[in-house]
């Protein structure tokens, strides 16, 4: 047992032993861990420029290096049905994953996060940031 | 070392004495972990009501009993610095992994989630979805 999960193993014990709630969450509901979600969209100047949603892509990737970014998960549009509520105009998602919102107001301001903002905000027409926190 | 655990192990070790592209893979990136995201985003007919956020978050929480959903985070606006790019009109935001997309289009038809949408679409006013896949 690794000791983050022995530590959630301890916690849940003692919530299923004071007969808390925490005995009803569903398995694969994964609240609490890394409760921040930093979910940002990119739209692109060229959006047909294969070339530039690759170098987009792969600027992206560089930000996982960022201590403070527990996860990272970079994805392209998915060939999902297409619906009136699915908006699929956009070119990359950036999901990201922080401990708590100071660690993700610090990112911000990282070296990594700064040079991927001035190497790759060419690329890019628009930016829409969802920032949540687990309910 | 877990099952997943000693797979990925495996996996890496392999790619390391492969010399493949894996060996500069962040360790911290989820790559290839349940590689469709798809993150929808609510906004309440009563965007003061508390109760109502709360009822659409109990609603989406009940979405995780679906075995398609490998991972649920449900949650509300984070109290992030507030910027031009950052979107915090929204209420709800439920943020989901599957396998594969298939997975994704049954899981609509999965009479959980059918109940969801009959239970709780009084409640909001706007859906917008995002379905990304790993780049």
Redesign the interface.
């Known amino acids: 047992m690794k000791p983050t999960n022995r530590r959630k193993f301890i916690a849940t014990s003692a919530a299923l032993a004071a007969g808390t709630v925490a005995s009803a969450t569903?398995l694969?509901?994964?609240?609490n861990k890394y409760p921040?979600?930093?979910?940002?969209?990119f739209w692109l100047k060229n959006p047909s420029s294969k070339e530039d949603r690759d170098k987009l892509?792969a600027g992206v990737?560089t930000l996982?290096?960022i201590k403070l970014?527990?996860?990272?998960?970079?994805?392209?549009?998915?060939?999902?049905?297409k619906?009136d509520?699915?908006?699929?105009s956009?070119a990359?998602?950036e999901?990201m994953f922080f401990d708590n919102?100071k660690d993700?107001?610090d990112y911000?301001n990282d070296p990594i996060h700064l040079k991927f903002v001035e190497t790759c905000s060419p690329l890019w027409e628009k930016?829409?940031?969802?920032?949540?926190?687990?309910?």
Request: hydrophobic letters at 55%.
């Open positions: 569903p694969n509901t994964m609240a921040v979600i930093h979910h940002v969209l892509v990737k996982a290096k970014v527990r996860e990272l998960r970079v994805g392209v549009v998915a060939a999902t049905e619906r509520v699915v908006d699929n956009w990359v998602s999901l919102i993700q107001a911000q930016v829409v940031v969802y920032d949540a926190i687990d309910a």
